[in-house]
């Protein structure tokens, strides 16, 4: 087995495009209260390789893979598209959100094994692992 077809690191996801969260409504927003899946209707596996990030069940067409130089920038924030009120109220309901130059995807909001009752994500540790595997392409 090759070791870049070994994940090394993988986890369910839900997600949604910065184009997708700008055309939620009202009534979305309200329902999100309830669910954030009204809002995030991409739902996955995320894995991340040596060589490439793979967002599987990204479309109809397949999964989405990103290289290093295919995300400009991985954090986890708060935005206007999806802010405090919606994402709860604790930091641990910060999107991880990835800048990509992909131009079906874009800037990307993901929450990594979300918990619903509890609104917590795994966001800040996938943020770590994304951003030290784009810092390795340096050394």
Do not use: C
């Not at 870049?4 to 329902?31: H, M, S, V």
């Amino acid at each position: 087995m090759n070791t870049d077809d070994t994940p090394l690191a993988e986890a369910g996801y839900i997600a949604a495009t910065a184009d997708e969260l700008a055309r939620t409504t009202g009534a979305d927003k309200a329902a999100a209260g309830v669910s954030q899946k009204v809002l995030f209707r991409r739902r996955g596996r995320i894995a991340l390789y040596p060589d490439r990030l793979v967002l599987t069940d990204w479309s109809d067409t397949g999964d989405l893979t990103l290289t290093r130089t295919d995300i400009t920038a991985a954090q986890t924030r708060f935005t206007k598209l999806y802010g405090r009120f919606i994402g709860g109220l604790l930091n641990a309901g910060k999107p991880l959100i990835l800048t990509t130059t992909n131009p079906f995807a874009g800037e990307i909001y993901l929450l990594i094994n979300r918990h619903e009752f509890m609104e917590t994500t795994d966001d800040r540790k996938w943020e770590k692992r994304i951003n030290d595997w784009r810092a390795s392409q340096l050394r």
